[in-house]
């Protein structure tokens, strides 16, 4: 082991998006020596992408915003499967936390008495989104990477982590490599905050970047943490659909939440077709109330703006009634309905990327869209208050962590997601590893094992493409593991997953270790590989219809499905996992009370 | 364009040695560059080395040359290029090689680790008794201008400073940061000067404002007018404040020092 680079701290930080940066950050405020390690250059993280706005009861436009709405609005966009309390402490934290952004440099849009402007978006009861126009992830990424390095965060760039090391009982390091040499690094370390975001690179469809390969789901189940709700993944509407090479990149929410409204082929908005149940008594029924809606917030929303689990199905369901666009979308309009030079001001972003990547004049005509896959719901079991997973020394934040967003994500709550949860996670982190006694073991052997197995593609004459392995798994997951799912595909696609997992057994690279994407992507596969079994086991398990995740064999919620978790672990064996139910924790009745008040 | 064969000659090599190669690769209708270069990794080349985050013109990771145009490999669409003739993609020229088409472009964020924080001053106890910030949008969009800034790089890499060989002591902070401190000195909240800084250690008098930092800036900033020239009239407002020379003259009676030049 002596020949790896190696480093020590008290606190690692896995991945450098907004979670990643606020819990280093928090864990340097509690004295922690705190290293970040990350995929990419530092401020490339996903959260770059995030567009239309961070959530947060602020009550700058809508005075009777407050926390104890928008905890409403989560857990029943949720489909009251989230965990109560860490909706409660996330709605409650959240204003506090974009307050910070501005004081550390953050610029947010402005109301006309100079206060944050909050805009209009799906699942919120009021405009809550505080947002720079349809680019405020970079405004956050920005922010939170200029205040990390002010701070002096330790930072790793460009390096990827391919195990965790635990001394049998707690985490005690990660193994990881340096992308552009191909070096291994060992660090020892006392806690780990996994902050890695997503899993999208599994579907072929995606508005993911190439880092959302599951790492920290993975790397949690190898290290035996329970990971929850892995069969809720989110397909986010409106993705691009034209041309092929755009297929999936996101088309903010904001364009609804600003007036843009969704069309069939027939030119009908087909939304008023969709209201469920329990959106009834909060969604308007008529157009005319719909777009009254915009500016009286004392009628119902427009059906556009229901969550987005509610939304893609809709869309799904048009499509394959033969009501999509010649390109196998269906219409977005804001052309006709906002002036052009309002429409560039709110949406340049958007505007910017259907002139340059489709040649459509988004001021001028609608714009053809449909699902992608978007954001991981599920993930790492983590307690509430400290983000603590399962096992001693590790946490996880943002959307590697389950809990808050339940069975269905709102929009806006994953950019609050990550700086409340950041926080907490990198502050218990820190408090956790300058407490803890004794000596943190790691085991060289252990070591030299990683960095065998990891190199080894390199020594197979001939063996599988692992480009080859990825594009079929995509399409496995897109096809078979995708927004309506049955038995007898969930089935096929593990069987499909079981023997990709051999093919990449037998993964062969070319070239040599220093900066070679197809290295890094055949150790991306593991990964990928995995969280993918997890999510096809789960949802073969969740026999019942609720958000994120739609049988067709079992169309309607179950009530017994509405009180459970579908936890995965690590079986004893090691070489697989097992899958049983944990009891959803109960809410306390002043909490419930909400929920049984009309709208 | 319809699908179509294309001939794609890459740049293959690291610091040692390297050369051109031509890949021999379909392109399909509505593509850019990087569908084109992932295509090539996905068949031919497994090890092509090439940068690239969010394929959106988002994150700024995947600045390339095309044709000897410092461009965004994923918002250069392939319809840009006559049919037929083979395009040439080479890595960002301004930051040292590390292989294929990605550089080492450390230098910017040793620069970024320069920048002084950004140090808002207190709230107003009348207009900001709440506690919260007070800022017209009026006064933010400027800054808010300058806060587009993905981080690609392009302007760094096109900047005559950068690539003067002379430039060794890297006394010049470059095109990305005078935005960034652009983007400090406007904001209504900063109480920073960071004047002296700018003029004695970032090199920004080297600026001699040819505008190819803006030309090829993929957000479209004004860098040059909006945040260089703005800036390079602060410095000189201070240093030629009648006032204030004579109050430095009166504290310090050496005469001032010519604006330092890396490369002496």
């Known amino acids: ?599 | 364009m319809t699908d179509q064969t294309v001939t794609m000659r890459l740049w293959r090599g690291d610091a040692e040695q390297g050369e051109f190669r031509d890949y021999q690769v379909d392109a399909q209708e509505g593509e850019v560059v990087l569908d084109v270069i992932h295509r090539i990794q996905a068949t031919q080349a497994g090890d092509l080395a090439v940068r690239w985050n969010c394929k959106a013109g988002r994150c700024g990771s995947c600045s390339a040359e095309i044709n000897g145009k410092p461009r965004l490999l994923c918002m250069t669409r392939m319809n840009l290029f006559e049919p037929g003739e083979p395009i040439t993609v080479t890595p960002i020229k301004a930051f040292p090689l590390i292989r294929d088409l990605v550089t080492d472009v450390s230098f910017n964020y040793e620069m970024a680790e320069k920048v002084p924080a950004f140090a808002p001053r207190a709230k107003d106890p009348k207009t900001e008794a709440d506690g919260h910030y007070r800022m017209a949008q009026r006064d933010i969009e400027r800054v808010q201008e300058f806060r587009k800034c993905i981080e690609c790089f392009l302007c760094q890499n096109v900047c005559h400073v950068i690539r003067d060989p002379h430039v060794t002591e890297r006394a010049f902070a470059g095109p990305r940061f005078f935005v960034r401190y652009a983007e400090l000195e406007m904001h209504p909240l900063d109480t920073s000067d960071r004047r002296e800084l700018l003029r004695q250690r970032m090199g920004l008098g080297l600026c001699n404002i040819t505008k190819c930092c803006t030309e090829v800036c993929p957000e479209e900033i004004h860098i040059t007018d909006n945040a260089i020239i703005p800036l390079k009239e602060r410095v000189v407002d201070k240093r030629y404040d009648p006032i204030r020379r004579v109050a430095r003259r009166l504290r310090r009676p050496k005469p001032a020092e010519p604006p330092a030049h890396p490369g002496s």
């Open chain 1, 1 to 599: 082991m002596s020949e790896y680079e190696s480093h020590e701290f008290d606190v690692l930080v896995i991945g450098a998006g907004g979670a990643g940066l606020r819990a280093a950050v928090e864990a340097i405020a509690v004295g922690a020596r705190t290293a970040v390690i990350c995929k990419s250059l530092l401020g490339k993280a996903h959260t770059v992408m995030a567009e239309g706005g961070i959530a947060a009861a602020l009550g700058t436009v809508y005075p009777e915003d407050d926390w104890k709405v928008h905890f409403r609005d989560t857990m029943r966009g949720g489909k009251m499967l989230n965990n109560w309390r860490m909706a409660q402490i996330h709605a409650q934290e959240a204003p506090e936390r974009v307050y910070e952004l501005e004081e550390w440099g953050a610029v947010f849009d402005r109301t006309d008495d100079g206060r944050i402007l909050q805009r209009d978006f799906g699942g919120h009861r009021y405009a809550r989104l505080a947002h720079v126009g349809d680019r405020t992830g970079l405004e956050l990424i920005r922010t939170l990477q200029q205040t990390a390095v002010h701070r002096r965060a330790e930072v790793f760039m460009e390096c990827t982590v391919v195990n965790l090391v635990t001394d049998g009982t707690r985490i005690s390091g990660a193994v990881a490599y340096r992308r552009e040499t191909g070096a291994f690094l060992v660090f020892r370390a006392k806690a780990v905050v996994l902050a890695t975001g997503g899993i999208g690179k599994a579907y072929r469809i995606t508005s993911n970047s190439w880092e959302y390969t599951g790492d920290g789901h993975a790397l949690a189940l190898w290290a035996g943490a329970d990971l929850i709700d892995m069969e809720f993944v989110q397909f986010h509407p409106t993705g691009m659909v034209w041309p092929p090479s755009v297929r999936g990149i996101l088309v903010t929410e904001g364009v609804r939440g600003d007036g843009g409204i969704l069309l069939n082929s027939e030119g009908r908005r087909f939304m008023f077709d969709y209201i469920p149940e329990m959106f009834r008594g909060e969604t308007a029924d008529t157009e005319e109330e719909a777009d009254r809606w915009y500016a009286d917030k004392s009628v119902r929303r427009t059906p556009d703006l229901l969550p987005r689990d509610e939304v893609a199905r809709a869309i799904n369901t048009e499509i394959k009634a033969g009501r999509g666009t010649e390109h196998g979308g269906v219409f977005l309009d804001i052309a006709s309905r906002r002036p052009a030079e309002v429409i560039k001001r709110k949406l340049p972003g958007m505007y910017h990327q259907f002139r340059q990547l489709a040649d459509v004049d988004i001021t001028k005509e609608p714009m053809e869209i449909g699902p992608t896959c978007h954001y991981m719901m599920g993930g790492v079991r983590v307690d509430a208050e400290t983000a603590a997973a399962t096992i001693p020394g590790l946490y996880a934040a943002g959307e590697v962590a389950a809990g808050l967003h339940g069975a269905n994500r709102l929009g806006g709550n994953s950019l609050s997601d990550l700086v409340v949860f950041g926080r907490r996670a990198g502050m218990a982190a820190a408090e956790y590893a300058l407490g803890v006694e004794g000596q943190f073991v790691m085991d060289p052997a252990e070591v030299d094992r990683i960095a065998a197995d990891a190199v080894a593609p390199f020594e197979r004459d001939r063996g599988e493409n692992p480009y080859a392995i990825q594009r079929d798994l995509e399409e496995c997951m897109h096809t078979l593991v995708g927004i309506i799912r049955t038995e007898a595909e969930l089935k096929q696609a593990l069987d499909e997953i079981a023997a990709l997992k051999e093919r990449a057994g037998r993964v062969a690279v070319e070239g040599n270790r220093q900066f070679n994407p197809g290295w890094h992507l055949a150790m991306d596969l593991a990964p990928m590989l995995a969280v993918s079994e997890c999510i096809g086991r789960a949802a073969l398990e969740r026999k019942e219809s609720r958000g994120g995740h739609t049988r067709d064999d079992y169309p309607d919620t179950d009530p017994e499905f509405a009180k459970v978790n579908v936890r995965i672990h690590r079986n004893g064996e090691g070489n697989g996992v097992r899958v049983d139910h944990i009891p959803l924790p109960e809410m306390p009745a002043e909490l419930a009370a909400l929920f049984e008040e009309q709208h």
